[in-house]
């Protein structure tokens, strides 16, 4: 059973920058995607940025490509997100998330109905 948590979270004035990290284990194999989604108040949770474990193939959201990075650190067992240049609308709750490996090739989908695991999130707040 995969265990996710966030940490990292907090208030910054636009323009500004935070790192997420999410601490993952459980995993039974080593060939696994993961990834970040987000939700604002009275909207749905969207895919933000996914990661092939073991690998620099990731996928971005429209919408922070070019401001944010997906990562991994060494031991491959916490997941990184840097956020840059942040907008008053990147304001959500920030989920990690084992997302089901479905498309072929080094590639993990951002579709929220994919995920089968999910950590506690962590709120981050970006005031204009």
């Known amino acids: 059973q995969v265990q996710l948590q966030e940490s990292g979270g907090g208030s910054v004035q636009s323009g500004g920058s935070l790192r997420l990290s999410c601490s993952a284990s459980g995993y039974s194999s080593s060939r696994h995607c993961m990834g970040w989604f987000r939700q604002a108040p009275g909207k749905e949770r969207e895919g933000v940025a996914s990661i092939f474990a073991g690998t620099t193939s990731t996928i971005y959201a429209d919408s922070v490509k070019g401001r944010f990075t997906v990562s991994q650190d060494n031991a491959k067992n916490t997941l990184l997100l840097q956020m840059d240049s942040l907008k008053p609308e990147d304001t959500a709750m920030y989920y990690c998330?084992?997302?089901?490996?479905?498309?072929?090739?080094?590639?993990?989908?951002?579709?929220?109905?994919?995920?089968?695991?999910w950590g506690q999130g962590t709120q981050v707040t970006v005031s204009s």
């Open positions: 998330a084992a997302i089901e490996k479905v498309v072929a090739g080094p590639f993990c989908s951002l579709d929220r109905v994919l995920v089968n695991a």
